[in-house]
């Protein structure tokens, strides 16, 4: 049976732990012509800059060649052709398929309709499993373990994806702590709250992003979008208080590490990134290991 | 006394049926919902309904009979979404041989929209699939986008 990753809870706690290891290696030799002789289709009905150059490069990295598209403007679904069309004819030519879609659920449909393995790179506001991956290497990488980590989630609780699909991925790790900072109007949704305590796991709210991030073992910053407000006076309101600057960092632990999907705006301020504690960008790179390790295990290929 | 009466009437108006099954206790705003997912105005049996009835439970009720028809349980849960308290008599020579309640299914195929504007089974065709996370008040959890339909969010395809 072929393995796709559409959704972050696809995978077991083993296969997240398989995936750090192979991002480990990777990170030790990146270039490894483990795709050679395989093409690679990079679908992305909705443009990501980012998202794509780092799929794309670590496809290069394993030696495999690409086919797609980056916008949806050069593809066939502006002639009309359905979701279902494009991937039954890309599935007959390629040997995987990293696709990002507008709509939410379109991965899931498309991998029932793939005969090769669909990697999800985004569908709407649902899943970006990807990216809690790389959050996850990353979170080992400067913390040793996933076990006992103090998490704390500022800005957007309520509609940020990455958010969501992290909580869900560090619950199945031993005594985590989930610390969430958010205005009022974008506090963690109800399921995901439930969700820990389903579980057991212990989480605080707190609308005010004061020094109690000095326990804190990773700080996930989010971007307040003033789209997601209703009123434009309740985004006045907070759009100034969820931001990050390096005063802040002071009394907190010297392990803690600023970690921010990007792209960011202004909720850190820019004398963060000179900090040892600023490690955004690094994030970032451990994301084409994260993404070679990633199309490693889905095509069985170490 | 008048309640009786009220009985009595009720069952004159909606004539016995000597084998088939009839179909109490749905909300009469759900009548024409149920008679649709279970395909009846697609059959060429003979059926009866009445609308409108008074039901102490549901408010308004309806009622349907349909001769010489019998329901798996897998068709007829179908219905559990929208006449979560129907009651089936099956009959066989005008005595009912047996009674059924609907149960709410585990896995929703086909049948709901999911409420998500932006699920790309709102866009393609595409035959949705819930699987039923609460049962009071019905939650469906949306097999593609994720989402949760709740049971007042529910539509039906």
Known sequence: MKKDLISITDFSKEEYLRIMELAADFEANPNQELLKGKVVASLFFEPSTRTRLSFETAINRLGGRIVGFADPDSSSATKGETLHDTIKMVSNYADLIVMRHPLEGAARYAAEVSSVPIINAGDGANQHPTQTLLDMYSILKTQGTLDNINLFMVGDLKFGRTVHSLLQAMSVFENPIFNFIAPESLQMPRAYKHHLEERGIRYFEHEEFTDIISEADIIYMTRVQKERFSDPMEYEKVKDVYILNKAMLENTKP?????????????IATDVDSSEKAYYFEQALNGMFTREAIISHVMNLK | MENNDMKKKLKLKVSAIKDGTVIDHIPAKSLFEVI?????????????????????KLGAKAIIKVSDKFFENDEINKIALIAPHAKLNIIRDYEVAEKKIVEI?????????????????????????????????????????????????????
């Open chain 2, 105 to 157: 299914p585990q896995k929703i195929t086909g049948i709901v929209k999911c409420f998500n504007p932006k699920c790309i089974t709102n866009h393609e065709k595409i035959t949705t699939c819930f699987k039923v996370i609460n049962t009071n008040p019905i939650a469906l959890k949306c097999k593609y986008c994720e989402k949760i339909t709740a049971e007042d969010q529910i539509k039906m395809l």
């Open chain 1, 255 to 267: 392990n803690v590490r600023v970690l921010h999907p990007l792209p960011r705006v202004n909720e």
């Open chain 2, 36 to 56: 649709s997912i279970l395909g009846l105005d697609l059959i060429e049996n003979q059926i009866t309904f009445g609308t409108n009835l008074e039901s102490g």
